[in-house]
């Protein structure tokens, strides 16, 4: 079983910074893209960034760009997402997941296999 353990939640101020990672045990993560979504209470869950398997690659959803920076060590079995200038519209439970596939950068829900537990992130205005 994949398990990944995400970190690094926090309550902070507008305009500060966060680093979430996430950490997974199985042995062929290298193999899979990473993504990082977010829930805020009463909406949908959401997309906010993905990476490809190798790191090559980065997508992320428009509020975020030039903000957030996804990023991963293979050798660590750990994928990162770097927060910069946080508002309060990014509070939410942000959780890390593993793609179904070897192929691409997804972003839907339904492309992802499994999931961290999510950690909190509070920011005040």
């Known amino acids: 079983q994949v398990q990944l353990v995400e970190s690094g939640g926090g309550l902070v101020q507008a305009g500060d910074s966060l680093r979430l990672s996430c950490t997974g045990s199985?042995?062929?993560?290298?193999?899979?893209?990473m993504g990082w979504f977010r829930q805020a209470p009463g909406n949908e869950r959401e997309f906010v960034a993905s990476i490809s398997a190798s790191g090559g690659i980065t997508i992320y959803t428009d509020s975020v760009k030039g903000r957030f920076t996804i990023s991963r060590d293979n050798a660590k079995n750990t994928v990162y997402l770097q927060m910069n200038s946080l508002k309060p519209e990014d509070t939410a439970v942000y959780y890390c997941a593993r793609a179904s596939g070897i192929v691409g950068v997804p972003r839907r829900l339904t492309e992802y296999a499994y999931w961290g537990q999510g950690t909190q992130v509070t920011v005040s205005s």
């Open positions: 199985g042995r062929t993560f290298r193999n899979y893209a």
